[in-house]
């Protein structure tokens, strides 16, 4: 199968697991997929009602960690927000993402959580040699992601 046509399915199928699931204490009926779907915009503002940061071109670039990324670090990152790529948020929060799934562990502190670079690029790779019964998909295995696609992805996640 052309590798844009795998792409395609993994995400659909990403999409449809994530609306079948139930969200713990809500009913059914409130799921996000079961929701009218609504135009307005969508707010980011904190949820504990503290005002929003200061915001201009130079405060943001400063917090920013993403602004001292190697270059393949932020290739990694463009490919692991992309959402027909590596679309790791359909399944994991990673700081500065939009609309994480909860399926898989957050990446923070990835370093501590996979101190082996070699092994975090095996999980993304083909997470199925390690552990049959994971729902991750074989990004390399399965032609998803080029092996410097997965190498570029480590990148940006060792920065988190």
Known sequence: MHRLGMRRIVVALAAA??????????????????????????????????PPAASGPSSAAARSPDA???????AG????????????????????????GNIGPPLRDVRTMVPDRKQLYAVIYDETARNPQTIMPPFGRNAILTRKQIGQIVDFLETR
């Open 77 to 100: 990152r463009a490919l692991a927000f992309d959402r027909g790529m590596g679309n790791c948020l359909a399944c994991h929060v990673i700081a500065g993402g939009e609309l994480p």
């Open 17 to 50: 697991t994530l609306a079948a699931l139930p969200v713990a204490g809500l009913p059914s009926s409130a799921r996000a997929a079961d929701a009218p779907v609504s135009n307005a915009p969508v707010s980011n503002a904190p949820v504990s009602g503290a």
């Open 68 to 74: 001292a990324l190697s270059p393949d670090a932020a």
